[in-house]
């Protein structure tokens, strides 16, 4: 048997070992996840410590090495944990583009109520049941074009760099604002408004200052600025589809 250092949480069973005469574990694995994402939606992935959840739950943090034995399993739980919140139907439509839109939109929501999500899917390798649940989904959206599984891997590989690029922006701005204790609204009004129109007067920025003057797009809501984005996408991939199934 491999070192259980070397060997992935997937792989190891959960222990369930008896604690004393009749007794049991006072924990489990998914409990701790649980407190872990419930510290991270707090305070960021990084004061998920052990410690901290073992003070959540009221037990020693010794003690729940034996549910998570480490931190990158901890990571991985909590990554897997959240992805299961990503409802998808049990196969894909036959609508490929309905379903791929269907998992961006919902991955979305998903990082966006835990903001630590892509900074951690980004950061690390990592292959839980739930991540691989909604990859495969994704997958089999091309199911009977024709495709060669290389042009499949890489429009859902395309479809994830856009999700998580986007996200990762939303999320910037948001904590951005949220710190000057301003709204978002706020924040462009009165923070950064006033620097942006001095930008906008100097006439030293032409092509900026048009994207501010004339873009539709740049003053959406940020769901429709999303959902714009995912339909540009969502095209690029369709033209590709349709090159290759004539060929």
Not at 58 to 76: E, H, N, Q
Not at 92 to 116: F, M
């Amino acid at each position: 048997m491999p070192d259980d250092e070397l060997t992935s949480i997937w792989l190891r069973p959960e222990r369930l070992e008896r604690s004393g005469p009749g007794r049991r574990p006072g924990y489990s694995r998914e409990q701790v996840t649980r407190a872990a994402v419930r510290i991270a939606d707090a305070e960021g992935a990084e004061a998920a410590t052990m410690r901290r959840i073992a003070h959540d739950l009221g037990t020693g943090a010794m003690s729940l090495y034996r549910y998570v034995p480490r931190r990158d399993d901890l990571f991985d739980l909590m990554i897997d944990l959240v992805m299961s919140e990503v409802e998808l139907p049990g196969r894909p439509s036959g609508d490929w583009r309905a379903d791929l839109s269907l998992v961006a939109c919902r991955s979305r929501a998903a990082g966006l109520r835990h903001p630590w999500l892509t900074g951690l899917l980004t950061g690390r390798p990592t292959l839980g049941p739930q991540l691989l649940r909604v990859h495969e989904f994704a997958l089999g959206a091309f199911d009977g074009l024709g495709l060669g599984i290389d042009e499949i891997a890489g429009f859902v590989g395309m479809l994830d760099d856009y999700v998580h690029s986007a996200v990762r922006r939303e999320i910037g701005w948001l904590e951005h604002a949220r710190s000057t204790g301003l709204s978002p609204e706020e924040w462009k009004r009165d923070y950064i408004g006033p620097y942006v129109r001095q930008v906008v007067e100097s006439g030293a920025y032409p092509h900026f200052n048009r994207t501010l003057l004339e873009s539709g797009t740049a003053h959406l809501p940020p769901e429709e600025r999303f959902r714009h984005g995912l339909d540009r996408v969502l095209d690029g991939i369709g033209l590709q589809v349709a090159a290759a199934v004539i060929r």
